[in-house]
């Protein structure tokens, strides 16, 4: 039996902190490097997990996805980013109620990509805040996490509120290449990346939920070689 110690995932102390305001609407992203003390057993979890392609836990999201049903260890860090958003949010209340903890593996040669695992998306905000990103890749350092902006009505969204939900973008919506050869790009006439957060080992990054995202790649670099990330919305 395989015991998961909850010091694997201890914060490092030494830790850089960076917030970041993008885009014409100054979204925060928080930027924390060196992000895990013990980064190297966080990431060796990714050979000892049971990942599925079962579309109901992955969520059309075109990788193998494994839950950490642990969430608790996690919790402190929850609370850190919590905090380090309400300066510019003034979000009174975590919740931590649909909160999951997931380890994604995007791998192009999986064949698990199609129409209905289109990229630039938002998560719920009617049940989350929050997103964090942590790029847990070793080796293959490439891409990392876009902030892509919607033309819609005349104008160009880069976040989906009440106002314009119209502008959601639709599992029905062909927006992927037709080009096998890059399944990661998009219709770059009605979508447009306006920032570029550069992946790095042991590196976590967070945004609002609302904010249309996407994971970067160029082409087909993870064909056979997956990205790795450990994800979580709250």
Request: proline residues 5%; charged residues 25%; neutral net charge.
């Amino acid at each position: 039996m395989k015991h998961l110690r909850p010091e694997v995932f201890e914060l490092n102390p030494r830790a850089q902190i960076e917030i970041k305001q993008i885009g014409k609407g100054g979204h925060n992203v928080v930027l924390i490097e060196n992000l895990f003390l013990y980064a190297d057993d966080v990431a060796t979890l990714f050979d000892e997990m049971i990942f599925t392609s079962d579309e109901a836990i992955r969520a059309n999201s075109p990788c193998f996805r494994a839950i950490l049903p642990q969430v608790s260890y996690l919790k402190p860090l929850h609370r850190k980013i919590f905090e380090l958003h309400f300066t510019k949010y003034r979000i009174e209340e975590m919740n931590l109620f649909h909160n999951k903890v997931m380890l994604d593996q995007y791998w192009d040669g999986s064949n698990i990509i199609d129409q209905s695992s289109y990229h630039p998306h938002t998560d719920d905000l009617n049940k989350t805040n929050y997103a964090i990103v942590i790029f847990m890749n070793r080796r293959n350092i490439h891409g990392g996490t876009q902030f892509v902006k919607v033309r819609h009505d005349g104008r160009w969204i880069e976040n989906i509120t009440q106002d314009n939900e119209d502008a959601r973008i639709r599992n029905d919506e062909d927006i992927n290449s037709p080009d096998p050869a890059k399944p990661w790009d998009y219709d770059g006439i009605r979508y447009k990346r306006y920032h570029l957060e550069p992946m790095k080992f042991n590196k976590l990054i967070s945004y609002r939920t609302n904010v249309i995202h996407s994971p970067y790649t160029d082409g087909s670099f993870y064909r056979n070689t997956p990205r790795k990330i450990i994800t979580s919305t709250f």
